[in-house]
């Protein structure tokens, strides 16, 4: 079993609808939860960072983290053909001697499609 | 201030040829991180750098070495290329600011391996 779960889908879904993307995980020590978006041919970047429990809202993009279920989601809203992207969710443990080194574990990636 | 720069962005090798990937920061980063994509496997880590001078494995070393050249360039090194090694490789460099860890990804290199 993978650390880290994420269904890879392909989503697709019209333009204005609310999306939700998921994560399951299975190691307790995870402290660190991030969303990538990654369009095609191009490298991730960061979308959403979150830290132990709870929401963090940043603009159309929603991040809610149970760690009591070990499950993150990731909710978009009024969802645009730019949003057309890979979405790859990411944890790690907390750094140990406050190194600035973070050895993520990623999930698969959901390939989502707005359409128009 | 161009961020992760890697080369070359693709690249087709016969099976046993050796080949280096070459990746640079200019953001003054500490840390940095080889990583490969496959189809249905997500990101997963070859080899890091917490700092100029270590290395240390990931999830994925067999078949692969790196240097950390300087602060700004690590390099990733396949001896005796297998077609196992066909994938997309990505180059990450990070800052800690906080609690907060940004990475911050190159463009990739996508290799075939024949």
């Known amino acids: 079993q993978k650390e880290v779960e994420q269904d890879p889908g392909p989503l697709s879904v019209p333009e204005g609808a609310i999306v939700s993307l998921n994560c399951t995980y299975s190691n307790s020590a995870f402290q660190y939860f991030m969303w990538y978006r990654q369009y095609s041919r191009k490298g991730p970047e960061l979308l959403m960072y979150?830290?132990?429990?709870g929401n963090k809202e940043d603009g159309r993009f929603t991040a809610q983290v149970d760690k009591s279920s070990k499950y993150i989601s990731l909710f978009i809203r009024d969802s645009q053909p730019s949003d057309s992207a890979t979405y790859l969710c990411a944890m790690r443990p907390a750094n140990a001697g406050g190194t600035s080194y973070g050895k993520l574990t990623f999930g698969q990636g959901t390939i989502l499609t707005v359409h128009p | 201030n161009a961020g992760v720069t890697q080369t070359p962005k693709f690249q087709v090798l016969k099976t046993g040829q050796s080949m280096t990937l070459q990746c640079a920061q200019d953001?003054?980063?500490?840390?940095m991180y080889w990583y490969r994509q496959d189809p249905g496997m997500g990101l997963r880590l070859i080899y890091y750098?917490?700092?100029?001078?270590?290395?240390d494995k990931g999830e994925v070393p067999n078949g692969y070495n790196v240097s950390r050249l300087n602060k700004r360039e690590f390099s990733l090194r396949l001896e005796s290329a297998a077609p196992s090694q066909t994938s997309v490789y990505f180059c990450?460099?990070?800052?800690?600011?906080?609690?907060?860890?940004?990475?911050?990804f190159g463009p990739g290199t996508r290799l075939l391996v024949l």
């Open positions: 750098s917490a700092s100029e001078g270590t290395t």
């Open positions: 979150t830290y132990s429990s």
């Open positions: 990450a460099s990070s800052v800690l600011a906080g609690y907060s860890e940004t990475q911050y």
């Open positions: 953001m003054n980063h500490n840390s």
